[in-house]
């Protein structure tokens, strides 16, 4: 007998509807480089909800065609497949075509009677988290079988309400996509005109200026190298937190500080006592300053913030505004992380960037009025990529709050027009925002 779950759906395996297929395997000593050579999907590619192609290895020649991969494809590592941020699946976009299914990395493909979009959310569903999590195994590599995938319980609903509901959810994830577009466009139109004005040094009026070139390199006259600590009287490490659940103060932990931006998501909750100095600030500069991996990561604060301070692994550098433009010096700071990254001292695993290495880190500095100039331009792209930010955490916590009220059938969505429902929740949340 059918079990059927209150909206009177049926409770069904995946492996009813789909065989999860894992890749073949590739010899790494046979990777390419170049951008005309197929990328190849692995384990370390894939995070929660999406795929990062840092790193990516590339393959010549052909695989066989089950190995493709395809627009909507469901893809799930199989080793290691837990990050903080939880589960380590995401689907393919077009984007990411063409690209070959590896070894350990599992790909789901619905056949009749489920739909591929609807089984996407079915993966997303905090129901599959919670059956997976308990099941990894391996004290090495902990990993999870195909097998073990195959065998998820979820209730499916007739295809056209799993259609409507996959609209609706999805019409989050474009809506999210659209703004991560747009934020990339942003975010390099201001790398751009940083790299014209303070790189190629095209920047307005450079016709008229005399240019020096010594030691240090060719540059315009009057512009001068000097050490971060020469224009930032604040270079400093945060606090040891005490932490606790009860308090409105933040602070702010490696994880926090990524891509080269600020995400209070994994900031905790703590009860220290922080010296004014150690008080965050528009403007401020942070660093990651310990360990291998997230060491040498750089983000500038740029919204408002208050009760906010940074733990003892992240660095403060607080530029003084007589001497330094607040964008100017973020987009200075960024350009110089892989600096950073390569200037840790230690045993691997107890790397430390000092206080005194960033401080004597050297940096461009041109006349202020330049730098002003520079600011105003990129002021407002910088703010509308902060707006679009939070958008669109607004827009993933309302999803996420839907969604497992939509796969289970909580909410009823079988009479409603699927344009008309998409349409209506995106524009709430886009109101909220």
């Known amino acids: 007998m059918t079990t059927m779950n209150r909206a009177g759906w049926p409770i069904v395996q995946i ?9 073949p395997s590739f010899r790494s000593a046979e990777f390419v480089e170049g951008e005309d050579h197929i990328r190849l999907l692995r384990g370390d590619n894939i995070v929660q909800g999406k795929l990062r192609w840092d790193g990516v290895k590339r393959w010549h020649g052909d695989v066989q065609k089950r190995y493709h991969l395809e627009e909507n494809d469901v893809v799930i590592a199989m080793d290691r497949p837990w990050i903080e941020a939880g589960l380590k699946w995401a689907w393919i976009q077009q984007k990411d075509l063409p690209a070959y299914l590896v070894q350990r990395v599992a790909r789901l493909r619905a056949t009749e009677g489920l739909d591929q979009k609807f089984l996407r959310y079915v993966i997303a569903s905090p129901d599959f988290t919670a059956y997976i999590k308990p099941i990894v195994t391996g004290a090495t590599v902990p990993h999870i079988s ?45 790398r751009a005109l940083y790299r014209e004005w303070f790189v190629e040094y095209r920047y307005p009026g450079h016709e008229q200026d005399e240019f020096v070139e010594d030691e240090q390199g060719r540059r315009p006259e009057g512009w001068e190298w000097l050490a971060i600590k020469d224009v930032a009287p604040v270079v400093t490490r945060g606090v040891a937190p005490k ?32 010296p004014p100095i150690k008080v965050i600030r528009f403007g401020d500069v942070l660093i990651n300053s310990t360990g291998v991996g997230t060491l040498g ?22 530029a003084d505004p007589t001497k330094m433009d607040l964008d100017y010096f973020g987009l200075v700071l960024m350009g110089l992380q892989s600096e950073f990254e390569a200037a840790g001292v230690g045993s691997t695993g107890q790397t430390e960037l000092g206080r005194e290495r960033i401080g004597m880190t050297a940096l461009l500095v041109p006349p202020l009025q330049l730098q002003a100039d520079f600011g105003m331009r990129v002021q407002p792209m910088r703010r509308l990529v902060e707006q679009l930010l939070l958008r669109n955490a607004n827009l993933r916590r309302t999803r996420d709050l839907l969604l497992p009220r939509l796969v289970s059938g909580e909410l009823d969505v079988s009479g409603l027009d699927i344009r008309g429902a998409a ?7 886009e109101a909220v925002a």
Do not use: W
């Open 15 to 23: 492996g009813d509807y789909l065989k999860v297929v894992a890749g």
């Open 146 to 190: 195909g097998g073990q995938i195959e065998s998820h319980r979820f209730p499916i609903p007739p295809l056209p309400t799993q259609r409507k509901i996959a609209a609706i959810l999805s019409a989050y994830d474009d809506l999210i996509e659209n703004n991560t577009r747009r934020v990339r466009v942003l975010e390099d139109m201001a």
């Open 243 to 274: 932490y606790t659940d009860d308090s409105d103060d933040l602070v702010i932990n490696q994880k926090c500080i990524r891509d080269q931006r600020l995400n209070l998501i994994p900031a905790r909750r703590h009860s220290s006592k922080v």
């Open 297 to 318: 990561r750089v983000a500038q604060v740029y919204q408002e913030t208050e009760n906010l301070t940074v733990d003892t692994h992240v660095t403060i550098v607080r």
């Open 423 to 429: 349409e209506e929740l995106v524009a709430e949340a």
